[in-house]
């Protein structure tokens, strides 16, 4: 919100349009995150309901469509793997069909019938999405942006699943609110090996690393090893 005070005039508020770009200003900081490990082909907890990375939140064949297990499979699972900057964080044992610089937050706007219920009132950038708000096959979510940083490491990752623990958080992902998941150390975010790595993260599967982070646009993303390869593909929510 911009405010200017006209001389003679009343004080004008200049509020921009959900879905006008006017910088990373115009979303929040989140500081002091916790900031927990997943990967594609992760199964950490099969009585679950959110306890399988074969599928996502927002693709129901994600390990098919990513390219496989993003990690190392032993023993018929699929593990994750330390990432290094020789090869710009990617797996060493895959080749990804999709951006390996991925990550969630809490707000399902497919899946969790309260947030696809708000997701037009809350969602910033929903302006970009005019006459999708009913239509389940769009994420006003899915492959957006975000700045992550660790001290002085900086990197970008995309959304690409929803959670942990929380599946409607708006005050917390679109607003200045701590996150109301308690469960894996109250974490509200999980990301990749690959950010894992780019982050420089102490554990390469733990509950203890902590990140500041904040949308962005694309527009907004330097080049890097998360622009290689960039995800655009829409939800998929097939047999």
Same mark, same amino acid.
């Given at each position: 919100?911009?405010?200017?005070?006209?001389?003679?005039t009343?004080?004008l508020?200049?509020?921009?349009? @959900?879905? $006008?770009?006017?910088?990373?200003?115009?979303?929040?900081?989140?500081?002091?995150?916790?900031?927990?490990?997943?990967?594609? =082909?992760?199964?950490?907890?099969?009585?679950?309901a959110?306890?399988?990375?074969?599928?996502?939140?927002?693709?129901?064949?994600?390990r098919?469509?990513? =390219?496989?297990?993003?990690?190392?499979?032993?023993?018929?699972? $699929?593990?994750?793997?330390?990432?290094?900057?020789?090869?710009?964080?990617?797996?060493?044992?895959?080749?990804?069909?999709?951006?390996?610089?991925?990550?969630?937050l809490?707000?399902?706007?497919?899946?969790?019938?309260?947030?696809?219920?708000?997701?037009?009132?809350?969602?910033?950038?929903?302006?970009?999405?005019?006459?999708?708000?009913?239509?389940?096959?769009v994420?006003?979510?899915?492959?957006?942006?975000?700045?992550?940083?660790?001290?002085?490491?900086v $990197?970008?990752?995309?959304?690409?699943?929803?959670?942990?623990?929380?599946?409607?958080?708006?005050?917390?992902?679109?607003?200045?609110?701590?996150?109301?998941?308690?469960?894996?150390?109250?974490? =509200?975010?999980?990301?990749?090996?690959?950010?894992? =790595?780019?982050?420089?993260?102490?554990?390469?599967?733990?509950?203890?690393?902590?990140?500041?982070?904040q949308?962005?646009?694309? @527009?907004?993303?330097?080049?890097?090893?998360?622009?290689?390869?960039?995800?655009?593909?829409?939800?998929?929510?097939?047999?």
């Open positions: 919100m911009i405010r200017l005070a006209l001389p003679g009343v004080l508020l200049i509020v921009p349009l @959900a879905g $006008c770009s006017t910088g990373m200003a115009e979303y929040p900081v989140h500081r002091d995150i916790v900031a927990t490990t997943f990967w594609v =082909g992760e199964l950490f907890d099969a009585r679950a959110d306890g399988s990375q074969v599928y996502s939140a927002y693709d129901s064949a994600w098919q469509h990513y =390219g496989g297990c993003d990690g190392v499979v032993t023993n018929g699972n $699929c593990e994750t793997e330390r990432r290094s900057s020789e090869n710009g964080y990617f797996p060493r044992r895959m080749v990804p069909k999709e951006n390996p610089f991925y990550l969630d809490p707000f399902d706007d497919i899946g969790d019938p309260q947030a696809f219920a708000m997701r037009a009132r809350v969602v910033p950038w929903a302006g970009e999405f005019a006459g999708s708000e009913g239509d389940r096959t994420s006003f979510m899915k492959n957006r942006w975000v700045r992550i940083s660790r001290g002085q490491r $990197c970008y990752g995309q959304v690409e699943d929803a959670g942990p623990g929380v599946y409607h958080d708006a005050a917390y992902v679109f607003g200045t609110a701590a996150p109301l998941n308690k469960r894996f150390n109250g974490a =509200g975010m999980d990301v990749s090996p690959a950010l894992n =790595g780019c982050l420089g993260f102490t554990s390469l599967n733990g509950q203890s690393d902590q990140v500041d982070w949308f962005v646009s694309r @527009a907004e993303v330097p080049d890097g090893p998360w622009s290689r390869i960039i995800t655009e593909s829409p939800v998929f929510q097939g047999p």
